[in-house]
């Protein structure tokens, strides 16, 4: 999967885990992952939480580590700070 910040980029190849990931939330519209531990944030904005996209990943990936949560929260992390993707303080992240 290719992603940038767009207009200016960069273009960032993201594979594997990482991709699968964020081609799940492509499903949901917006595409959005929570901060609370509930699928519903404050806003309304409907999304998936960190760990119930690695409790998904764990359905289709075989021996994901036990700290997948962590390196997968990371990954988002270093996403929005190229500017991918980016955090929305009163709606999500």
């Known amino acids: 999967m290719w992603a940038a910040a767009l207009p200016d980029g960069p273009i960032t190849w993201i594979g594997g885990v990482g991709a699968i990931a964020l081609d799940m939330l492509m499903v949901d519209s917006p595409p959005c992952i929570t901060v609370s531990q509930t699928a519903e944030d404050p806003a309304g904005v409907?999304?998936?939480?960190?760990?119930?996209?690695?409790?998904?990943?764990?359905?289709?990936?075989?021996?994901?580590?036990?700290?997948?949560?962590?390196?997968?929260?990371?990954?988002?992390?270093?996403?929005?700070?190229?500017?991918?993707?980016?955090?929305?303080?009163?709606?999500?992240?």
């Open 46 to 93: 409907q999304g998936r939480t960190l760990h119930e996209i690695v409790m998904a990943l764990r359905e289709e990936i075989p021996r994901m580590p036990d700290d997948a949560e962590d390196v997968l929260a990371g990954f988002f992390d270093g996403l929005r700070a190229s500017g991918i993707v980016e955090r929305v303080e009163d709606g999500g992240s």
